[in-house]
């Protein structure tokens, strides 16, 4: 896939995936309104919670990125890779899309003070999961063989390592 079509189709899946996922969903179940009464502790929470937002946000931004640039093709199922995208954030985690959206949703529960939210982020985690272990992983085995086993058993799935091994490139 040519650069321009990964950025435009990255771009278009952005907004229909995650865009909707922690965004307009959150919304709907919100308004985007904080629960009351405001007090000291729900301050501090909601501290929290952006940050969880912002760090969820620059992952996603980052993981987008990786999939144009590195892997030649965008995130959304219908224009895959052309190369394995194994550099960056993947280094630490396989799954930094999936973790980002579940944290700026959980984010979302601490700034708006709504547990209902963190019920959310748990069945979208449980979702995509299901949809990583069914569907994902199988082609990517397909796809990449060899060399998607070797990630896949240095790399975990969903609770980031803490650090690089000497065999990890700087990409």
């Given at each position: 896939?040519?650069?321009?079509?990964?950025?435009?189709g990255?771009?278009?899946f952005?907004?229909?995936?995650?865009?909707?996922?922690?965004g307009?969903?959150?919304?709907?179940?919100?308004?985007?309104?904080?629960?009351?009464?405001?007090?000291?502790?729900r301050?501090v929470?909601?501290?929290?919670?952006?940050?969880l937002?912002?760090?969820?946000?620059?992952?996603?931004?980052h993981?987008?990125?990786?999939?144009?640039?590195?892997?030649?093709g965008?995130?959304?199922?219908?224009?895959?890779?052309?190369?394995?995208?194994?550099?960056?954030?993947y280094?630490?985690?396989r799954n930094?899309?999936?973790v980002a959206?579940?944290?700026?949703?959980?984010g979302?529960?601490?700034?708006?003070?709504?547990?209902?939210?963190?019920?959310?982020?748990?069945?979208v985690?449980?979702?995509?999961?299901?949809?990583?272990?069914?569907?994902?992983?199988?082609?990517?085995?397909?796809?990449?063989?060899?060399g998607?086993?070797?990630?896949?058993?240095?790399?975990?799935?969903?609770?980031?390592?803490?650090?690089?091994?000497?065999n990890?490139?700087?990409?």
């Open positions: 896939m040519r650069q321009r079509g990964a950025v435009v990255s771009g278009i952005f907004v229909l995936a995650p865009g909707v996922v922690a307009i969903v959150p919304w709907l179940v919100t308004g985007w309104e904080v629960a009351r009464p405001v007090t000291w502790y301050v929470l909601a501290a929290g919670g952006l940050l937002i912002t760090a969820g946000l620059a992952v996603l931004i993981a987008f990125a990786r999939f144009v640039r590195e892997g030649r965008t995130p959304a199922p219908v224009a895959p890779t052309a190369e394995l995208v194994v550099g960056g954030l280094r630490y985690v930094p899309m999936y959206v579940v944290a700026i949703i959980g979302q529960a601490l700034v708006f003070g709504r547990p209902l939210l963190l019920a959310y982020a748990a069945a985690w449980a979702a995509m999961a299901a949809f990583v272990r069914w569907y994902e992983e199988p082609i990517l085995a397909r796809t990449f063989g060899t998607y086993d070797a990630y896949r058993a240095a790399v975990p799935a969903w609770w980031p390592r803490r650090r690089r091994t000497a990890d490139g700087d990409a």
